[in-house]
């Protein structure tokens, strides 16, 4: 509290010095920030000779909106049900539904997001935008795999190089590089490791299998290609957050390990007992970070793969500028950073509320 | 933003001081060649030549790098700081000349009736921009390749057919002796795909929009020449004759280190090829069903709307459209030349040079691409659906949801002025 008193009291100098960084917040992260929710309810072009509407909710309806809708299988005359090659019954055409029928005018425009079978009838999840829906949940996986898995490893890698050894900054500093080269770079090297036919990790995969190995091409197929640059952005950014860690590890204590040594405990009892409660406000930090950075998930995907295969890396802020530079749409494009903005805000809180400390 | 307010005004600055010495009224002009030094070595050459031949006007140059050259001109029409003079690349005019970035050129038609239809940069009825060069895709190959697979030598007369396609393809596969038997160059993303391809689409009689109204591509993009254009286009990868996801490297050097029978790929590409091998064939393009296609159009110049001199401006580029320059840029990196007079000038597509069939391939085959402002979306709606359709997704769907795309924008856009 006599922190608070202190800021709105006569400091002058202070908020002189301030005003520097605070003007730039201004202009470049929260002005920004409204003008996205106000462009958001018009039809704003990135250039256009017309005028801009308002359009109320008609960008989030187009992003969003979802349907769906059961089908019969097609029966022949006698009333057998149509079967194909395989033996599974065959239904009608979905765009039978979704392109201009009078029937079903909340279905115009939809494309088939999920299905699956329910006795003889298979029940289809349309949505308005599969692309942005294939984008969130992309977003998702990658975000569930990275902040666990990214949190472990830099914290072992933390572990290992806290130790008083002739040399250790030399690990210190390998693991780290990674951080300071561009991620762009980065993901250009990357590209040349995944590469379908004479690719590094083909190579090394191959050799430690005698050849049994048939190459991958790992970013073109739909099914390693996200995979792909998980691992990879995984290890790109390990090296921050293992530093992240270290401070936190070196703010434990000494005399609580010497107190667990004189008592006998394990090395597992040390972890457990000492080091893990001491960095509880560091992993706090550690998984909101990484979360945050997650969902920005960007520079990857637009030199690597650009969000393909078949959608298979479509990301939120890749279709966010996608939209809005690529296709000159810039209204898709700030709701699409609205939308992202409460998905980040509510988990956020959720990990605060999750993470918070019980009395 | 800030370094480009910065630039500008500094050749504001340098505008006023040479304006005051020489007396010229001074024009400014950007251009995309940044970093290629023949290139840049021409077009200054045209400034100074223009400069010194008359005394009204005097032009100065800023290059930009190619990647960051549409971004650039966009961020100077968002702050009102275009110069005179752009160049800007043929399908994108439509977009820039709507959204009010350009003006008509006063260059008279009689002036330039002979240039390749390709180089003519019309929308709405006016010529926005004109280009000294064109450029041309040929499917390339040896001829010992086409003795030794036992084809028929295509001509421009007579194209290949789809059948005779297919089975030159079949006939390089079965040989074994290439990885695969076409590259397509689908490692090129982009602007590529739309150039390269679509007229693929435009041969089997489908096309990326309606173009009686440039307001629907119902039919067009998803009708049955659009299916049946998906479909083959799927088995190209399904069947193995081509690479949906395909190396840079293989792409720069694959057809000629011998991994490919056959390639579609640009005249820039053709000096290597010419180089790597001494009976390299350039065939035009097979005819799918609706007439043999090759898309057209390359860089362009045009006047900027906000220019207080499109009198001089004008005057500039039509200076540029000697057939002098139109020889010297294709002689320095390998461009169509605009005119018959001056591809009779150049080494290469003069009468019985190694390129001259790519001056008759532009002339014959070339198509532009959809000439509306929405192109600029079309071409990437377009760009997604084919390299889906490659990867293996269902043709129909994609092509119904890429038409639902562009009608949608259309719509939101107020249908482009058309």
Excluded: C
Aim: net charge negative; aromatic share 12%.
């Amino acid at each position: 509290m006599a922190t608070s008193s202190k800021l709105t009291s006569s400091n002058r100098a202070g908020w002189l010095f301030a005003l520097p960084g605070f003007g730039l917040m201004v202009v470049f992260i929260i002005l920004p920030f409204f003008f996205a929710i106000a462009l958001s309810f018009t039809n704003q072009r990135l250039i256009s000779p017309n005028p801009t509407e308002f359009v109320g909710m008609a960008n989030y309806k187009s992003l969003l909106g979802v349907g769906m809708i059961t089908l019969e299988p097609e029966r022949d005359a006698s009333g057998d049900i149509i079967r194909d090659d395989s033996g599974a019954p065959t239904y009608p055409k979905l765009r039978n539904f979704t392109r201009k029928n009078p029937d079903y005018p909340k279905l115009d425009g939809m494309r088939e997001w999920t299905s699956w079978q329910s006795g003889e009838n298979r029940t289809y999840v349309l949505a308005r935008d599969v692309v942005f829906m294939r984008a969130v949940l992309n977003t998702l996986i990658f975000v569930l795999v990275v902040a666990p898995v990214q949190g472990g490893l830099a914290l072992g890698l933390a572990l290992l190089i806290n130790q008083r050894l002739r040399g250790i900054n030399v690990y210190r500093a390998i693991y780290f590089m990674p951080v300071v080269v561009s991620i762009v770079v980065v993901s250009l090297l990357w590209r040349f490791i995944y590469d379908g036919n004479n690719g590094l990790l083909n190579n090394i995969l191959s050799s430690l299998t005698f050849g049994a190995f048939s190459p991958i091409d790992w970013l073109g197929n739909p099914d390693t290609a996200l995979g792909s640059i998980i691992g990879m952005s995984i290890w790109q950014a390990v090296g921050f957050h293992m530093v992240i860690w270290l401070s936190g590890l070196q703010t434990i204590s000494p005399t609580l390990y010497e107190a667990a040594e004189i008592e006998g405990s394990s090395k597992w009892q040390t972890f457990r007992y000492v080091t893990w409660p001491g960095l509880r406000n560091t992993a706090v930090l550690v998984l909101i970070v990484i979360t945050m950075q997650a969902f920005a998930l960007f520079s990857q995907i637009d030199v690597m793969t650009s969000g393909g295969p078949l959608d298979s890396t479509q990301t939120i802020v890749f279709q966010a500028v996608e939209r809005g530079y690529g296709k000159q749409d810039i209204s898709g494009g700030s709701t699409i950073s609205v939308i992202l903005f409460v998905i980040v805000l509510s988990i956020s809180l959720i990990q605060r509320w999750l993470t918070r400390e019980r009395r | 933003m800030k370094l480009f307010t910065l630039s500008a005004g500094a050749m504001a600055l340098t505008a006023g001081m040479s304006g005051a010495a020489f007396a010229q009224t001074e024009l400014t002009m950007w251009y995309h060649g940044a970093g290629n030094e023949v290139e840049s070595q021409i077009i200054n050459q045209i400034v100074s030549d223009f400069n010194a031949s008359q005394s009204d006007w005097s032009v100065t140059l800023e290059s930009f790098p190619q990647a960051a050259y549409n971004d650039s001109v966009t961020a100077g029409a968002l702050a009102g700081n275009l110069p005179d003079i752009l160049d800007v690349d043929g399908p994108n005019m439509p977009n820039w000349a709507w959204s009010g970035y350009m003006q008509p050129l006063q260059i008279d038609e009689a002036k330039i009736a002979n240039f390749l239809p390709g180089t003519k940069g019309i929308w709405d009825g006016k010529l926005y921009s004109i280009g000294l060069w064109d450029a041309a895709v040929a499917l390339v190959t040896r001829q010992s390749i086409i003795d030794e697979l036992g084809l028929r030598t295509p001509t421009l007369e007579q194209p290949w057919t789809q059948d005779e396609f297919m089975a030159a393809l079949d006939a390089a596969k079965a040989s074994g002796k290439y990885d695969f038997a076409l590259d397509l160059g689908t490692a090129w993303t982009g602007e590529w795909f739309p150039y390269a391809f679509s007229p693929l689409l435009q041969s089997f009689g489908g096309d990326i929009i309606d173009r009686s109204s440039y307001k629907s591509a119902e039919g067009a993009l998803n009708g049955d020449a659009a299916n049946a254009w998906g479909n083959w286009w799927q088995g190209l990868f399904a069947n193995g004759y081509a690479q949906a996801t395909q190396d840079g490297a293989d792409r720069d050097t694959g057809f000629n280190t011998g991994k490919y029978a056959f390639s579609w790929n640009g005249n820039w590409a053709a000096l290597g090829t010419l180089a790597a091998y001494d009976d390299a064939l350039f065939l035009p393009a097979p005819d799918l069903g609706n007439g043999p296609k090759i898309g057209a159009a390359s860089w362009q110049f045009g006047v900027s709307a906000s220019s207080e001199h499109p009198d001089g401006a004008s005057a500039f580029i039509e200076f540029a459209l000697q057939d002098k320059y139109l020889a010297a840029f294709s002689n320095g990196i390998g461009l169509i030349p605009a005119t018959p007079a001056a591809a009779a000038m150049t080494e290469n597509y003069k009468e019985g040079g190694p390129l001259h069939g790519f001056f008759a391939l532009s002339q014959a085959q070339g198509v532009l691409r959809p000439v509306t402002p929405g192109y600029v979306v079309q071409a990437k709606v377009f760009e997604k659906a084919a390299a889906d359709i490659a990867n293996g997704a269902d043709v129909a769907d994609t092509l119904d949801a890429a038409v639902d795309e562009i009608e949608a924008d259309i719509e939101k856009n107020g249908g482009y002025g058309h």
